[in-house]
């Protein structure tokens, strides 16, 4: 029997609606999410190949919308998923779920679109790989040293496109190309087939059997030319191209791409730019003969991060003047290596004239929070000081273990409620060890100082960040 030709499949599944629970943390499309997770995975994929720096491209262009691969399915499915979904909901669809198909019928109408495509030259793709993304939940980052968890983080980038389909690709060390592409639409029935289709369509050239392959994906010779011709483009060994078609920029639309991916990468990644492990380029090519061009790298950080600092909005995890100081903290600080019983981790100390006392922590050159478990308090009778955390695998040990799981799936806050009993103990004692030696390393109040320190705008002005 000839292989089945590539195609958007809809296979036999469970009822689902236009907002399935999967996207509906990330549809709020806050920019530095998307944008956070997508270079995530790039990093932990170019640190899986032992590649530095990892570079990350953001490339704006417009396309034909006919040249997106599967599309005649898409839309066939999509009329199927209003139906359906309108004649269970009475004949009208929930006010969210009306505004997701505006979204799409306004894309299907349009001859071009925006397209977003995000190249690493990381480890790259391979069918194990691509079952991780296509997955939900699914993680193929075993090894301690990875920032998050291989694939979850890509179902942020999914709202990114008014159309809710993704594509991607990669070439793998052997030099074998293979794609795929995943959109959420929603459960619906095909004429002649009693059983009900699920809402996530996969490009794929069909499905297997077993829990363990997934799918057959397109290969070499049958990956569609869209996605082949962006592979063409890495330059690497290796790596992966990640597609937005439908771009929406983020519903950003007054802001220009390099502003939206600039001040989230510097902002959440200020250590690994720093430390040379990380550049980012953004370039437009939207008008014919003519390609924008930007870098992100250590020689131009400081410059970005004090471009941004001013901007009253947050970026969604961290602010602008926030990031812009624990930057300058990290660059400029004492640092000092403090030793736990479950591992090492990097000290910057600096005071904070500001009179704010603030512990910042970073994990593998991510930004995580500077809201920590057991710190709350415990800096009331010291001078006030900026310090940045700098937790790393190759020497945080246990502890670099008990933050990554204590952060949850977008990697934003700590919580010892996601450890065990045993490793939550382990933790919080790491965690009283590295408050003890910060006392230590700070200075105490004077007396008078410290009598009108409770008072706020006496004297001294205490604030904390800590929970």
Not at 25 to 30: G, S, T, Y
Not at 329 to 348: D, L, W
């Amino acid at each position: 029997m000839p292989p089945d030709k590539p195609d958007l499949r809809f296979g036999p599944g469970s009822n689902s609606g236009f907002t399935p629970a999967g996207i509906a943390a990330f549809d709020d499309l806050r920019p530095a999410t998307v944008v956070r997770e997508l270079i995530q995975n790039a990093l932990d994929a170019a640190r899986q190949a032992n590649v530095s720096p990892a570079v990350v491209r953001f490339c704006l262009s417009k396309h034909a919308r006919n040249a997106i691969p599967g599309l005649k399915s898409y839309k066939r499915a999509f009329k199927r998923a209003v139906e359906s979904q309108q004649s269970m909901m009475g004949g009208k669809l929930a006010s969210q779920a009306e505004l997701v198909r505006k979204r799409i019928a306004a894309a299907l109408s349009k001859s071009s679109v925006d397209f977003l495509t995000v190249f690493d030259n990381g480890i790259g793709l391979d069918e194990e790989r691509m079952n991780a993304l296509l997955s939900d939940g699914l993680s193929v980052k075993g090894n301690n040293g990875a920032t998050g968890t291989y694939g979850n983080g890509h179902a942020t980038a999914i709202p990114a496109s008014d159309l809710r389909y993704v594509l991607y690709g990669g070439i793998t060390a052997d030099g074998q190309r293979i794609s795929a592409g995943h959109a959420v639409l929603a459960s619906h029935y095909v004429d002649g087939d009693e059983h009900r289709r699920e809402g996530d369509g996969f490009y794929v050239r069909g499905f297997k059997p077993d829990a363990v392959a997934l799918f057959d994906y397109p290969t070499n010779d049958q990956v569609p030319e869209l996605i082949n011709k962006n592979i063409d483009r890495i330059e690497s060994g290796c790596g992966t191209v990640v597609i937005i078609p439908a771009f929406n920029h983020f519903l950003e639309k007054k802001q220009a791409l390099w502003e939206l991916i600039s001040s989230a990468a510097s902002a959440n990644f200020f250590v690994a730019i720093e430390e040379g492990e990380l550049e980012i380029e953004v370039e437009d090519s939207r008008q014919i003969g003519i390609t924008q061009f930007a870098r992100l790298d250590r020689a131009t950080l400081s410059e970005v991060l004090k471009t941004h600092r001013e901007k009253k909005r947050s970026s969604g995890l961290i602010s602008g003047l926030k990031a812009f100081e624990a930057h300058r903290t990290f660059q400029r600080g004492r640092r000092q290596v403090f030793r736990t019983s479950k591992g090492a981790i990097e000290i910057h100390l600096a005071d904070n004239p500001a009179g704010i006392t603030r512990v910042d922590l970073c994990r593998n050159g991510m930004w995580i929070t500077n809201e920590l478990p057991g710190f709350y308090g415990k800096f009331a009778d010291r001078v006030p000081f900026h310090a940045v955390l700098s937790l790393k695998a190759e020497n945080g040990g246990c502890l670099h273990k008990f933050v990554r799981q204590a952060e949850g799936p977008l990697h934003d806050k700590l919580a010892a409620k996601r450890l065990d009993q045993p490793q939550r103990r382990e933790f919080q004692e790491a965690m009283r060890e590295i408050v003890e030696q910060l006392r230590q390393q700070t200075s105490v109040l004077k007396s008078d100082a410290l009598k009108w320190a409770p008072k706020f705008g006496q004297v001294v002005k205490v604030e904390y960040a800590f929970v």
